[in-house]
């Protein structure tokens, strides 16, 4: 299957607008910030609401690359380059995985530097003077093609004083506009011991919760093809990049978004068009897989799946004896 491109040789950006809603029922559970709780916000619509941060989307994006039962790249995407840390011969991350993508301290703070030096090599860059964007591109493209769209910050001093930045090509967020509270709680029952001491994890423990309601609900996605065009890959390598994009997007938007327990929202349309540029609307998945194929293959030798031994004693951070009590509403999933 050949996806036609050419409609976006003459716009820097394409940005599409996805309106979403809850799987079951009218509430959903937004993302939450320490010391911030739900971020609303208020506009001339009146009181809105971040469901989930760029940040957030970002990994999310990542992740529609990654086959969690295989613990590595889909078989649909085989070729990508991507780096794997192996631990004692086992899979111990993956840039893929890594929030900080080749930034990841598995790699730049690995105490065997042969990846480390090896990146350093390829790059050519002191630490002072200008840094070459395109040779750096080549590199990104070489070693891990998802920093050039998930962004990348190699916040090393020896590689050119931390300078090495790329900023993210495809970001998304979702928000919710005409937002109202829907309070609610629950408790955390102690069957054994309902009186017990709630600080060390025993007794019964009510909580209050907060979750929303919203007249609207939209994914707002942002592919910046003047970034991609600027990193000087050629034609070949920028279509890849594109097509990668657009297959991330659509493999999110197709698949979970699930994004906490209370928070589990699907696209209330099938047919996805475009705000910028008119008349291109978002292929499907199997269009998207089908024209991945042969472009990563063109691509393949431009790309390599590299390997990383860590064996580096990990350790857990020292702090307090006791943890903070955590209420059952304030777990993880409510992290962005």
């Known amino acids: 299957m050949t996806i036609d491109l050419s409609p976006l040789d003459s716009v820097q950006r394409v940005l599409f607008e996805v309106p979403l809603a809850p799987m079951q029922g ?13 971020a609303t916000f208020q506009t001339s619509n009146g009181t809105c609401l971040l469901v989930e941060s760029a940040q957030s989307m970002a990994n999310r994006l990542e992740l529609t690359c990654w086959d ?6 889909k078989a649909d995407l085989d070729g990508l380059s991507h780096v794997r840390v192996l631990r004692n011969g086992s899979l111990l991350t993956d840039t893929i995985l890594e929030s900080h993508r080749l930034n990841s301290p598995y790699l730049l703070q690995n105490s065997d530097r042969i990846f480390f030096d090896q990146i350093k090599s390829e790059l050519g860059i002191s630490e002072t003077g200008p840094i070459d964007r395109r040779k750096l591109a080549d590199v990104l493209l070489k070693y891990d093609i998802g920093s050039l769209l998930h962004g990348v910050f190699l916040a090393k001093k020896e590689l050119a004083g931390g300078r090495l930045r790329v900023a993210r090509a495809l970001s998304a967020f979702i ?22 001491d709630t600080k060390a994890g025993f007794g019964n423990v009510p909580f209050a919760r907060d979750e929303f309601t ?9 592919l910046d093809l003047a970034q991609i065009r600027g990193y000087g890959l050629g034609r ?5 990049l594109i097509l990668l994009a657009l297959f991330k997007l659509r493999t999110l938007i197709d698949g979970n978004l699930r994004l906490r327990t209370a928070c589990d929202l699907c696209a209330t349309c099938e047919s996805i068009p475009a705000i910028l540029p008119k008349g291109l609307t978002l292929p499907s998945l199997g269009d998207l897989t089908a024209a991945l194929k042969p472009i990563i293959a063109v691509c393949k030798n431009r790309m390599t799946v590299s390997e990383v031994d860590f064996n580096d004693k990990i350790e857990a951070k020292k702090g307090k004896e006791e943890a903070d009590e955590v209420l059952p509403d304030k777990t993880d999933e409510d992290e962005g």
């Open 68 to 73: 969690e039962a295989k613990q590595d790249l």
């Open 26 to 38: 009218h509430r959903f559970q937004p993302t939450g910030f320490p010391g911030l709780g739900a």
């Open 236 to 240: 070949e390598a920028e279509s890849l």
């Open 214 to 222: 919203a007249e609207r609900i939209t994914l707002y996605a942002n």
């Open 175 to 196: 928000e919710a506009d005409g937002v109202r509270i829907a309070a609610s709680g629950g408790v955390k029952n102690d069957h054994v011991n309902p009186s017990g």
